[in-house]
C-alpha cells in the first residue's frame, strides 16, 4: 500500500525543493553504484549509438548526458524542476552534447509526448517517488515503441521498515517510498508490460552505505535523532546511532532494476 503521510501534492513539491537544494549544495549523485549501475540499466533497456531513449525524472541529467556520451544515444531528460532542467540544459551545451541530449520539464502524470516516440524509457531511483506507480509506468510506456522497454533502477525494501522512517524527508530520499522488489514487478505488470524481469544489484554495493550514499546515511542518522528527541527511542551515543544506521541500510534496503516490454 502507498504511504499516506502528506497530500501528494506537497509531497511532489516537497522532494522538488529537495532535490533543487542538493543541486546547490553541489550534490547530483544520489544513487548507489554511480556510472556502474547506470551503465547495467542501459544495458537491460537495450540502449546503444542511435537509440532515442526518454529519462524520466532526469535530475541534474547525469545519467542522460552520460549515455549520450558513452553510447552516442539521443536523450531526452524529462524532470518537473525548472532548476534541474535549466542546470542539466547547461551542462549538455559545456560538454558538447546538446545535439544528443535535450531536456524538458514537465509532470510524468502530464507526459507531452506521442505514442512511440521512444525506443526504450528508462529512470533511476525515482519510482519510489510517486504516489501511483502503475499509472506512471503506463504514462512512460505510452511513450515507448511496442516491442521495446521500460527499465527503471531503483531502491527497494527487505524487511518491514521502522515507522520513524516514514516521513517525507526519507520519502524525497528514496527510502519511505521503496517497496519490495516483486512489488515492483508487480506495478509493471499491472501497467500491462510484458516478459517482466527484476534483479538485485545489492550484492554489489562493498562500501558500507555511510561511504557508498552518505546523504541517505546522514538522514537516517538525523530520522533516529528526531526520534529520540520525541522518547521513541531511549538516549543513544553516535557510535550506536552509527551501528543502527548502518545496520537498518544494509538489512533493510537494497537496489534492483526492473524492466518490461511493451506491448
Not at 501497467?191 to 538522514?219: C, F, M, Q, R, S
Request: net charge negative; charged share 30%; glycine share 8%.
Amino acid at each position: 500500500m502507498e504511504k499516506d503521510m502528506i497530500g501528494s501534492e506537497e509531497l511532489q513539491e516537497f522532494t522538488v525543493k529537495y532535490y533543487e537544494d542538493r543541486l546547490i549544495k553541489g550534490i547530483e549523485n544520489f544513487h548507489p553504484g554511480g556510472i556502474d549501475y547506470t551503465e547495467k540499466l542501459a544495458m537491460e533497456a537495450g540502449v546503444r549509438e542511435g537509440t532515442r531513449i526518454l529519462d524520466v525524472a532526469s535530475g541534474s541529467g547525469e545519467t542522460a548526458l552520460y549515455l549520450a556520451m558513452r553510447f552516442k544515444a539521443e536523450v531526452v531528460g524529462f524532470d518537473l524542476s525548472e532548476k534541474m532542467v535549466a542546470h542539466a540544459t547547461e551542462r549538455a551545451k559545456d560538454l558538447g552534447l546538446r545535439h544528443l541530449a535535450t531536456f524538458k520539464k514537465g509532470d510524468v502524470h502530464k507526459m507531452p509526448f506521442a505514442k512511440g516516440s521512444f525506443d526504450a524509457a528508462i529512470s533511476e531511483c525515482s519510482l519510489c517517488l510517486f504516489r501511483d506507480k502503475v499509472q506512471v509506468i503506463q504514462n512512460i510506456a505510452h511513450g515507448v515503441k511496442s516491442g521495446k522497454k521500460v527499465a527503471v533502477s531503483d531502491v527497494i525494501t527487505k524487511g518491514e521498515i521502522p515507522k520513524e522512517l516514514h516521513t517525507p524527508l526519507l520519502y524525497a530520499c528514496c527510502l519511505a517510498g521503496a517497496q519490495p522488489l516483486k512489488e515492483t514487478m508487480d506495478i509493471f505488470i499491472k501497467a500491462g508490460l510484458k516478459n517482466v524481469v527484476g534483479y538485485e544489484l545489492t550484492a554489489d554495493i562493498k562500501d558500507p552505505w555511510k561511504e557508498e550514499l552518505p546523504v541517505l546515511y546522514h538522514e537516517v542518522m538525523n530520522a533516529f535523532k528526531d526520534a529520540i528527541r520525541l522518547g521513541v527511542y531511549e538516549p543513544k551515543d553516535e557510535s550506536e546511532l552509527d551501528r543502527m544506521a548502518e545496520r537498518l541500510l544494509s538489512e533493510k534496503f537494497g537496489y534492483a532494476i526492473v524492466s518490461g516490454i511493451v506491448l
